[in-house]
């Protein structure tokens, strides 16, 4: 009997043991998961910035430079012609320029056949023009030039008129033309440009409209 009694107290006391454990056991895995559900830790990122270096275009609107190419006066081959060109930026779009060029006619083809026949004298040969045009940018933008440089650029058009001299008469003309600004430096641009100058002569016998295409390349600086 007293065996009996000793084994169940025996067996009591192992279950309570049991249990006390179990309960022990719950008390850290209560505190983790306390300490888990707080706030995380903050990573702050190392980032290495970049410099980035901002175009420092010249905040003036005046522009002034020089240019030469070559001229095709009709009826008188293509000629080399160089000039000079001012222009005032009204807006980021619309701009004003002012054009002075001269070149030299060639001789006709009437001439080339019979040496004999002068259809203009040495003076008359020279061909100067003055104009007023009106630009707009038509296409500003990026021209890359391989992988780490840009330029800014624009595609514009122009239309003007303007006064020219040739065969010792003053004629009023009209010019039409299309060309590209490229930013070389902060100050200094290039431009190619192709325009057609129209005005009414009557030098091969019969009045007519001629069309004198140029293209011509230059430079000019921002001040």
């Known amino acids: 009997m007293e065996i009996r009694l000793s084994s169940v107290l025996l067996a009591a006391a192992l279950l309570s043991g049991c249990g006390w454990f179990h309960r022990g056991d719950k008390g850290p895995t ?59 930026h009204v807006s980021e779009d619309i701009f004003l320029e002012g054009f002075l060029a001269r070149s030299k006619a060639g001789t006709t083809s009437l001439e080339d056949v019979f040496p004999d026949i002068t259809v203009l004298n040495d003076s008359g040969r020279r061909f100067t023009y003055y104009d007023l045009d009106v630009g707009y940018n038509v296409l500003p933008g990026e021209i890359f030039f391989g992988r780490g440089r840009a330029f800014n650029s624009a595609l514009y058009v122009t239309v003007g008129m303007g006064d020219v001299k040739f065969a010792d008469k003053d004629q009023f003309a009209l ?43 230059g430079l000019t600086v921002f001040y």
């Open 30 to 88: 209560q505190i983790v998961a306390e300490e888990s559900a707080g706030e995380p830790s903050i990573i702050e990122p190392q980032v290495n910035r970049r410099a980035v270096k901002t175009p420092k275009i010249k905040a003036k609107d005046f522009e002034l430079g020089g240019y030469f190419g070559a001229l095709s006066i009709q009826d008188f081959g293509t000629n080399p012609i160089y000039g000079v060109r001012a222009a005032y």
């Open 175 to 217: 010019n039409f033309g299309i060309g590209e600004r490229l930013l070389i430096t902060d100050w200094l641009a290039m431009h190619l440009d192709v325009r057609d100058h129209v005005f009414e002569t009557d030098l091969t016998g019969r009045t007519k409209n001629v069309h004198n295409l140029e293209a011509t390349l």
